[in-house]
């Protein structure tokens, strides 16, 4: 009975374990088309997009940062991604992004910085992600 008793704790304890770890390695970040827009219009300054798409956002719990995947232009080559130490930052349109490698999206650099007032988001295709 003993036995039975220790053998019932033990499955009992993985099976706690299992859910408290899984619990706590899931990806349940979640960003709104809002901050998704304001990260469009941040890149847009810097960078001639005529396309967007947000792949899949992740948090990265060994890391503590939060990585956000893109593609530009709808071209394999401009694919990236944006760590984020805080969602708070996508909240501020005055984070300032780069995006890397550096010599990749030198193709696609602005020669000059436009205002965040003379970007306009209808001109720019966007696929969001939905969660």
Do not use: H
């Amino acid at each position: 009975m003993k036995k039975l008793i220790k053998v019932l704790v033990s499955i009992i304890s993985l099976v706690v374990l299992g859910i408290f770890s899984a619990g706590c390695g899931s990806n349940n970040v979640k960003i709104t088309k809002e901050q998704q827009d304001n990260i469009v219009k941040e890149l847009s300054r810097s960078y001639d997009i005529k396309s967007i798409e947000f792949k899949k956002i992740e948090k990265i719990y060994e890391a503590g940062s939060i990585t956000l995947y893109i593609k530009i232009n709808d071209d394999p080559e401009y694919e990236t991604t944006i760590s984020i130490d805080n969602m708070d930052e996508l909240n501020n349109i005055k984070t300032r992004w780069g995006l890397s490698p550096i010599q990749r999206f030198e193709k696609l650099k602005r020669k000059e910085t436009i205002t965040l007032e003379n970007i306009d988001l209808k001109s720019i295709q966007i696929i969001y992600i939905e969660k």
